[in-house]
């Protein structure tokens, strides 16, 4: 089945030597070069992922990522000249699944949309009957769903704020370091700080404040079985 691809870049030349490139791999590629654009082919024939500019005309990148991630879990890959860590934790944060930092192989963004593809496949198949419900005392994970309910209340969470509650809610009481989590939350190819682990936990503990989500000091995090629930 022949994938298809989200392109936004208003810099005609990265533009086309990167649909040149997703061409020749034999992927659809809509290349557009504003996120109004994208946004009326996302809401008409939406593609199964986006290669995403942060820095565009009118409305850019996070906003357009954040909008996505309201109604759709399809893998979303930044590019941008924005090197900062804070930049890519922000659009790791509001749903990106992958950040690359300008200038860039475009053999290198070829590899990690092929990556995010397969992920994306397994996501859509893995789930069945048997493991659709991951209950950890007062939180219960839909897996089907991809929705998160605690004491009987459904919370909005992110992508990586529910793979984050996913690992923890499996193993109860297991303490994982923030290196741990940073690999099988974001993959084994991000080179980010471990702040971003920090910060999902912060905004899981803002959303459910009784959530028995604890700090093991100078190592991560753990989820503390049946905390006083019955």
Known sequence: MERSIGLVEDDANIRDIVKAYLD???YQVEALDTAEKAWEVFQQSPPDLWVLDIMLPGIDGYEFCKR???SSEVPIII???KDEEVDKILGLELGGDDYLTKPFSPRELVARVKRQLK???VMQTEPSEENELIQAGELRLNETERSAYFQGNEVEVTTKEY???KILAQHENR???REELLVKVWGEDYFGSDRAVDDLVKRLRKKMKELPLETVWGHGYRLRANRGSS
């Open 79 to 81: 590019i941008s000249a």
């Open 24 to 26: 020749k791999e034999g």
């Open 119 to 121: 992920r994306w496949s």
């Open 163 to 165: 793979e984050l509650l």
């Open 175 to 177: 303490a994982y370091s």
């Open 68 to 70: 996505i991630r309201q």
